[in-house]
Nanobody, 125 residues
Framework: QVPLVESGGGSVQAGGSLSVSCAAS????????MAWFRQAPGKEREGVAA???????NYADSVAGRFTISRDKAKKTLYLQMNSLKPEDTAMYYC???????????????????WGQGTQVTVSS
């Protein structure tokens, strides 16, 4: 059973909005810290937004004020609402889950042990 499965994403023009979701199962749905990462072609994977079990959030400077991370524990689902999208937001977006609940959710790759397969977000100018 795949622990994390992303859905949503797609293509949109600059200034538009998109949302992505991530369904957790197995060990990945214990309700610990979760996050969204993204990776553009030729670039390293970077943390975008993270949330802990208590709902505390943390955002990369590049998306703060435009993206919103949330979770529904009952549905075991993580969400990322993306508004005012820019061409530089184009990337594969990955969901990640930790085995730890950080007070300040982490945006570092090494803080997460479960990963989804990714979903593409493309923003055209």
């Amino acid at each position: 059973q795949v622990p994390l499965v992303e859905s949503g994403g797609g293509s949109v023009q600059a200034g538009g909005s998109l949302s992505v979701s991530c369904a957790a199962s197995g060990y990945a749905d214990r309700g610990y810290a979760m996050a969204w990462f993204r990776q553009a072609p030729g670039k390293e994977r970077e943390g975008v937004a993270a949330i802990n079990s208590d709902g505390r959030t943390n955002y990369a400077d590049s998306v703060a004020g435009r993206f919103t991370i949330s979770r529904d524990k009952a549905k075991k689902t993580l969400y990322l609402q993306m508004n005012s999208l820019k061409p530089e937001d184009t990337a594969m977006y990955y969901c990640a889950a930790s085995s730890t609940n950080y007070y300040t959710p982490k945006l570092q790759i090494g803080s997460y042990i479960y990963w989804g397969q990714g979903t593409q977000v493309t923003v055209s100018s």
